[in-house]
């Protein structure tokens, strides 16, 4: 199972090397999430890939493709994309929840002490995951109730009904994560009501019992480790609680020690790393510095074998941030020189530095930082550092610096809204103007003159290369007339409709112009079903865009009808779109 937060862990070491190189060199074009997780990406190399990846819960990779010709599981290409996908997410939110249904509390009031009863006694009879929680939930009420082996029993028995220890029913996964979500909303309900015993016993019963599964169970769908996070993330929940007992975070405490050694945690997911946070709080809250300290220690020393460096970074951060809780900033210290060299370490001690205002210290901290990421050839982490010094500029309101960097993180590797709007923030109307028209002839003159030195090296034409360049900023200051222009210079029909509804409104017989002649190419270069089904798609989108033109489309789907009888699989799609087309006259 890959996961997001962690995939460069999961994947050949030398794979994930070239995909960071991909990554770091912005060679990740046109990233969008098509639909709720389905991720589309070009990457740029000797040739253009297509590459299409499903996130489920913004951290499960479930599913990846790509066109290149590698015969293996996972591409350099899709490293290259996940680890953009990762740096978009960095800073999302999850979704909200649905409100309660209305009716209900009328519903409840309207009932009888008995038919409650009787109600209740019934359900447990016959669900035992609503006996469990029922038990759980007033465990306080019988001294007798053991809420913990209720709610093993329950897990175990959910797990015997869709495996048989070697063989699991695919189909029931789903159903069977929804289940134990249910039990883990009702974990939250019993944080909010005070019941952190329960919560424990639950999280820690859920945690025990789903990480055997996965161990045996594919989880490629990513049905399963978000119910691992949604466990820890209770226990996280109890932790940070403020009244909590402390015979109770020994509890917790006692269970996250066993859990953080198993290395399982570690090998299937995330939540490993976030056992390991819980363990730093409760270390801090607990007075459990020498335990945790040693833990921490073995852990760097174990990932110091380890050819990959996310774990030992992990750690490393971990130590020094608890070294300065507890107050030992000598030896934190030291640790931030000796690691220096590692970003994680060097991004704490800037931002650590910032809050405290000396911000001259902080900048040649990170004017060192980018020295040694240009040095290793890392301008991934040359541009986040940029985004340090533009936060530094703003604090200091540097007008200089701060249209400097927004600038530069504008346009770098890929078009970002937010920072060409900071940007253009800093000028006045006029000013804009002027500043834009400079900055669209530079590029455009600088795209030339590359083209013109590597003729005969580009894969696209410096039309294609100006479109994808300048589009975003043609669409920002509604410059439709020289976005038309740009287009009617473009063949590739994906590339085209990605503006269509910027300009159907505005020209949109002049569209129609450059769409006939990008569905015959289309038409020509397509080559299989799935291609053809999406041409006739295409069709059928813009004669629907653009009724008037409808006859114009139709007789080109005509043409490659005669042009290609020999391809029936294309003859039959286009058939279907001019038929459908017919109809609706």
């Not at 009031?109 to 447990?124: D, H, P, Y």
């Not at 669900?127 to 759980?136: I, P």
């Not at 599964?213 to 109890?238: C, K």
């Not at 269970?255 to 090998?267: E, G, L, T």
Request: proline share 2%; glycine share 4%; aromatic share 10%.
């Amino acid at each position: 199972m890959l996961t997001l937060k962690q995939f460069e862990l999961q994947i050949n070491h030398t794979l994930v090397q070239r995909g960071r190189e991909y990554y770091e060199n912005g060679l990740v074009a046109d990233l969008q999430e098509t639909g709720n997780g389905f991720w589309h990406a070009e990457v740029t190399g000797n040739e253009t890939y297509t590459v299409e990846i499903n996130i489920l819960r913004k951290n499960i990779i479930d599913s990846w493709s790509c066109d290149c010709p590698y015969e293996g599981n996972t591409c350099k290409h899709v490293v290259a994309v996940l680890f953009r996908i990762r740096e978009e997410l960095a800073d999302s939110r999850g979704p909200e929840k649905m409100p309660a249904q209305t009716g209900f509390d009328k519903l409840l009031q309207s009932i009888t002490l008995e038919e409650c009863r009787e109600f209740i006694a019934m359900q447990a009879a016959r669900d035992k995951r609503f006996k469990a929680l029922f038990e759980g939930y007033f465990a306080g009420k019988d001294d007798s109730i053991n809420a913990g082996e209720n709610y093993t029993r329950l897990l175990r028995s959910m797990v015997d009904n869709i495996s048989d220890g070697e063989y699991v029913d695919y189909k029931a996964i789903p159903r069977f994560a929804n289940d134990i979500h249910g039990l883990l909303e009702e974990g939250q309900l019993q944080i909010q009501k005070g019941n952190l015993r329960n919560t424990l016993m639950l999280a820690r019963a859920v945690l025990t019992t789903v990480i055997e599964l996965v161990t045996y169970y594919d989880d490629s769908g990513g049905y399963i480790s978000p119910v691992l996070t949604d466990a820890a993330e209770l226990l996280s929940l109890i932790a940070s609680t403020a009244n909590a007992p402390d015979d109770l975070l020994k509890e917790v405490l006692v269970f996250v020690q066993s859990a953080v050694n198993d290395r399982r945690y570690f090998d299937y997911g995330d939540f490993g790393y976030s056992l390991a946070d819980i363990y730093h709080t409760l270390a801090i809250k607990l007075h459990q510095e020498k335990e945790y300290l040693e833990f921490i220690d073995s852990r760097l020393k174990m990932a110091s074998k380890n050819e990959f460096t996310f774990e030992k970074d992990f750690f490393i951060v971990k130590k020094i941030a608890f070294l300065r809780a507890i107050g030992n900033t000598g030896e934190a210290g030291e640790l931030v020189q000796k690691y220096m060299d590692v970003t994680a370490v060097r991004k704490e001690e800037v931002n650590r530095l910032i809050e405290r205002k000396e911000l001259e210290k902080a900048k040649k901290l990170v004017a060192e930082g980018i020295k040694i990421a240009e040095k290793k050839g890392h301008p991934g982490t040359v541009i986040n550092w940029e985004k340090v010094l533009l936060r530094i500029a703003v604090i200091e309101n540097d007008l200089q610096n701060i249209r400097r960097y927004t600038k530069q993180l504008a346009f770098n590797r890929h078009f970002d809204l937010a920072y060409y709007n900071q940007w253009k923030a800093t000028f006045d109307t006029e000013e804009w103007e002027l500043e834009i028209e400079k900055y669209i002839e530079e590029r455009v003159s600088e795209i030339e003159q590359q083209y013109e030195a590597n003729r005969g090296r580009y894969w696209h034409s410096p039309d294609t290369i100006l479109l994808d360049l300048l589009a975003p900023i043609y669409i920002q200051e509604k410059y439709w007339d020289r976005l038309l222009s740009l287009m009617s210079r473009e063949t590739d029909l994906n590339r085209l409709l990605q503006y269509h509804h910027y300009l159907q409104e505005v020209y949109p017989l002049q569209l129609l112009a450059i769409y006939l002649p990008a569905f015959m190419r289309k038409g020509d270069t397509a080559s299989n079903r799935r291609e053809y089904i999406d041409l006739a798609n295409k069709m059928a989108f813009v004669m629907a865009a653009i009724p008037e033109g409808k006859e114009e489309i139709i007789d080109v789907a005509e043409e490659l009808k005669r042009k290609y009888v020999r391809r029936p699989a294309m003859v039959e799609e286009l058939t279907r779109v001019i038929k459908m087309a017919r109809q609706e006259k």
